[in-house]
């Protein structure tokens, strides 16, 4: 199966952007999928397909694609926005799904 | 309001079975592939199974592959998973959730509404 890389935390300040890469060999052929949770709940999608946000989601969120790497930006940070965000995405050849490590995002 | 609730979790010792249950609310459906995705105390996100709306395909990942089975019951708005020969790597909070796509098979869909979970403890 895929193996998708994302780096361990990333720390911002309030009113910042936040940037979140995920690394994988078959990004850019299938798309890229990204989650938020926050301690003791459930995760919830924030990004799919690379881009696009579920109804419900701040334009805040926003996604790319480019190569191998996929990105979730997040701007203007603010307080609620500290969580854990796992990217995803399907491995066509498996027919298995593969999340990443997580990225915990800490505002400063 | 889509809406999922998962139960059946709990504290069983090494080598037991359990089933799991979730119950689906608010939307129709037996026109979505469903999903069971666990997370392992203080760990990430590990799927583990997949079911197609109508049942016909299932997928597992290769650590519980032969001991966990999913169904689905689309007259009760039921999912289930059965977990057999229970060991400790298998202690974590097991989610249902939803695929973003109405009678998807075989595409690259997003989960779009998650359970609160389930824990399953596997300690002797």
């Known amino acids: 199966s895929d193996v998708l890389t994302q780096p361990p935390s990333v720390s911002v300040a309030p009113g910042q952007t936040a940037t979140i890469a995920c690394g994988g060999d078959n990004i850019g052929s299938e798309g890229v999928h990204w989650y938020q949770q926050k301690p003791g709940q459930a995760p919830v999608l924030v990004v799919h397909d690379d881009s696009d946000r579920p109804s419900g989601i701040p334009a805040r969120f926003s996604g790319s694609s480019s190569g191998n790497t996929a990105t979730l930006t997040i701007s203007r940070v603010e307080a609620g926005d500290e969580a854990d965000y796992y990217c995803q995405m399907w491995d066509r050849k498996s027919d298995h799904y593969v999340f990443g490590p997580g990225t915990r995002v800490t505002v400063l | 309001q889509a809406q999922l609730e998962e139960s059946g979790g709990g504290v069983v010792p090494p080598g037991r079975s359990l089933r799991l249950s979730c119950s689906a609310s608010?939307?129709?459906?037996?026109?979505?592939?469903m999903y069971w995705v666990r997370q392992a105390p203080g760990k990430g996100l590990e799927w583990v199974a997949t079911i197609s709306y109508d049942g016909n395909y299932k997928y597992y990942a290769d650590s519980v592959k032969g001991r966990f089975s999913i169904s689905r019951d689309n007259s009760k708005n039921m999912v289930y998973l059965q977990v057999n020969s229970l060991g400790p790597g298998d202690t974590a909070v097991y989610y249902c959730?939803?695929?973003?796509?109405?009678?998807?098979?075989?595409?690259?869909?997003?989960?779009?509404?998650w359970g609160r979970g389930t824990m399953v403890a596997v300690s002797s």
């Open positions: 608010g939307f129709t459906f037996d026109i979505y592939p």
């Open positions: 959730a939803r695929s973003d796509l109405e009678m998807a098979t075989r595409v690259n869909d997003a989960f779009d509404v």
